[in-house]
């Protein structure tokens, strides 16, 4: 029997349509299921125990909703197959996932000023980009090219920082820093090719930074990101893989993992977890 979970705040609240139309498609082939808001359940572990009669999980929701399941069942061993479809607004690991869910996936744990943590599965992001995030979430409406606008709103507003980076245990620092980008999955922003060679298996992170550069020229390099062509902005762009990166900054900065924000964060620490999820693609 299918358990199929869904976020109903998904893709800007409309994910009803797509929830409905696979309730009617079980419905029609006499497939057994049962629906639950996960927005309704407080203890996802607890619920889960004991419920192995379902066989599969079918996951309704976009990347957040995929980061909160990952948080909340990381120290569950997980008995069923567990099945992603899209309905969300950006399914950035979903278009990841739909090139290759063979193998399992990593798991990566970010550790904030040594307090606070998450664990992340498609990319986190520290500066600019939690900042874009968090005019998104706060913006009064959410159009298609939202994440455009508030990019180009967020360059404007968004001052570069200096920064001191160890990765892999070895250290840099860079000037005038606008964004440092830490993924294994190949999208970020609803399609935006940040990392093009990231694998959702790998234990090493995609590590992008981009640096010493004027407002006009990144943002011509954030249009570039489409078509996974930033990278070639060596001057500009620094582009590695690492099992292991910290980052750390004189001011407060805003950081996202899988899209779900941090404030004021001056230091951040990325590596993998020891333990991986096998996420499939629902089609």
């Known amino acids: 029997m299918y358990l199929i979970l869904y976020n109903p705040l998904s893709k800007n609240n409309k994910s009803n349509i797509s929830t409905h139309k696979l309730i009617k498609h079980f419905k029609e082939e006499n497939i057994p299921f049962r629906i639950k808001s996960i927005l309704k359940i407080d203890d996802l572990e607890s619920y889960l125990l004991g419920k192995e009669h379902f066989t599969k999980i079918i996951l309704l929701g976009g990347d ?84 455009f606008k508030n990019t180009v709103k967020a360059l404007i507003k968004y001052k570069p920082v200096d920064v001191k980076v160890l990765i892999d245990e070895k250290e840099y620092e860079f000037k005038k820093t606008y964004l440092i980008t830490m993924n294994n999955g190949k999208y970020f922003g ?49 582009h590695t893989k690492a099992k292991k990166i910290k980052v750390m900054f004189d001011k407060p900065q805003l950081s996202q993992c899988d899209g779900e924000l941090t404030y004021d964060v001056t230091e951040m620490t990325v590596e993998p977890c020891t333990k991986k999820i096998h996420l499939k693609y629902h089609k």
Do not use: W
Not at 101 to 130: C, V, W, Y
């Open 190 to 238: 609803g399609g935006m090719k940040i990392s093009p060679d990231a694998n959702l298996g790998d234990e090493h992170l995609d590590i992008l930074i981009a640096h010493n550069i004027s407002k006009l020229k990144i943002l011509l390099i954030f249009l570039s990101i489409y078509f996974g062509k930033h990278t070639s902005f060596k001057k500009h762009v620094f």
């Open 64 to 147: 957040g909703t995929i980061n909160r399941f990952i948080n909340d069942t990381f120290n569950y061993t997980l008995s069923q197959d567990i099945y992603l479809r899209k309905n969300g607004s950006g399914n950035d690991f979903l278009r990841s996932l739909m090139i290759d869910d063979s193998t399992p996936q990593t798991i990566m744990q970010a550790k904030f000023n040594n307090d606070r943590e998450t664990k992340f599965i498609n990319g986190a992001g520290i500066g600019i980009d939690g900042m874009v995030i968090h005019f998104i979430e706060t913006a009064k409406r959410k159009g298609k090219f939202r994440y």
